[in-house]
């Protein structure tokens, strides 16, 4: 290989799952980085496709290229834990098995990652046959560069198969909790440990499709009851408030309040808490300052607020159809 003196190793870390369809339109866009110093370790989670037969070629023929598999499924994120587990770079990167990756995509974030422990980049979304949707991560949120976690509370921008982050990283955010992805974990510790920086290029080519991880087009057929996403939010605060650090009371105060808001019509101390904090919980909207107002007045209502404004938005349907079937009648 022709490796540049001191360059850094870069562990590419691969997990697949019965990705066949995809995946060797993928392992090509690795093999052929401009980065040379790579190793690329695979972890396949006891796919029963042909994925494994893939993968176990391309290590027959590139010496920087291992696999290692699962007896069973373990999921995603116990999946990249594994492939972590065999990664020996100063640097890990995550890929999936069904992206687009530019070819200079790890020589840019290596090149531009400087003392932050994180960097990510924007990417295209793209649709199962790799046609262009048009619309980038950055069209849809603004994408987030700074030291402060209590921006990862409530959002995340930072996606597992954008970003590059410090092997030292490895020490405060292993194991990945129960709690929300693990690429949301990785820039939430990140963030005060390093911090986190964001390169302004389209450096993947992002296939969405009913068995993407981000759902962002809405392609997945369910829906997650209310409970289960209020009980998956408040694992995930809890999650964060259980890591010392200079914003661990603030989110402590955030959990109690969290557990509380549904007691009360509406919770005056979680509406004062998000204001305080408005700029910093809430720099990943793209909407201004009066809204986000709205927003927060509107996530501070409890459970007697939202089914009475519920009963009233659905009241004004119901006189709103009756109204159209009458004009139809006459």
């Known amino acids: 290989m022709n490796v540049k003196e001191n360059s850094p190793l870069v562990s590419i870390a691969v997990a697949t799952y019965n990705g066949g369809k995809y995946l060797r339109v993928q392992l090509d866009t690795l093999i052929a980085q401009t980065y040379k110093n790579l190793e690329i370790v695979v972890s396949d989670d006891g796919s029963t496709d042909g994925t494994l037969a893939t993968l176990n070629e391309y290590a027959g023929i590139y010496p920087h290229f291992s696999v290692y598999s699962n007896a069973a499924p373990h999921g995603i994120k116990k999946n990249f834990e594994n492939a972590i587990k065999y990664c020996n770079g100063t ?3 995550f890929c999936d098995q069904d992206d687009v990756w530019m070819p200079e995509k790890i020589e840019k974030l290596v090149n531009n ?83 986190v920086k964001y390169l302004d290029e389209v450096l993947v080519h992002y296939r969405q499709h009913p068995k993407s991880q981000t759902d962002f087009f809405n392609l997945k057929k369910e829906k997650l009851l209310k409970e289960k996403v ?8 809890e999650a964060c408030a259980s890591v010392p650090g200079k914003h661990q009371h603030f989110f402590n105060q955030w959990v109690k309040l969290y557990k509380e808001r549904n007691d009360n019509f509406w919770n005056r101390d979680m509406f004062f808490l998000c204001v305080s904090a408005m700029d910093s919980m809430f720099a990943m909207r793209r909407t201004g300052k009066v809204s986000t107002v709205f927003h927060i007045l509107r996530f501070s209502w409890g459970e007697h607020a939202r089914s009475g404004f519920k009963r009233i938005k659905n009241a004004i349907l119901f006189r709103k159809n009756s109204d159209v079937n009458e004009d139809i009648q006459d």
Do not use: Q
């Not at 987030?144 to 955010?173: K, P, Q």
């Not at 209020?230 to 605060?237: C, Q």
């Open 230 to 237: 209020e009980r998956e939010e408040l694992e995930w605060y």
């Open 113 to 195: 990652i400087g003392e932050y422990s994180l960097i990510y980049h924007n990417s295209l979304f793209v649709d199962y046959e790799g046609n262009s949707l048009s619309k980038t991560f950055a069209s849809k949120l603004k994408l987030y560069e700074g030291f402060d976690s209590r921006a990862f509370l409530m959002c995340n921008t930072v996606s597992g198969h954008a970003l590059l982050f410090h092997r030292r990283m490895l020490d405060i955010a292993l194991p990945f909790p129960d709690a929300r992805h693990h690429d949301w974990w990785l820039a939430f510790r990140a963030a005060e440990h390093g911090g």
């Open 91 to 93: 640097y890990i990167a």
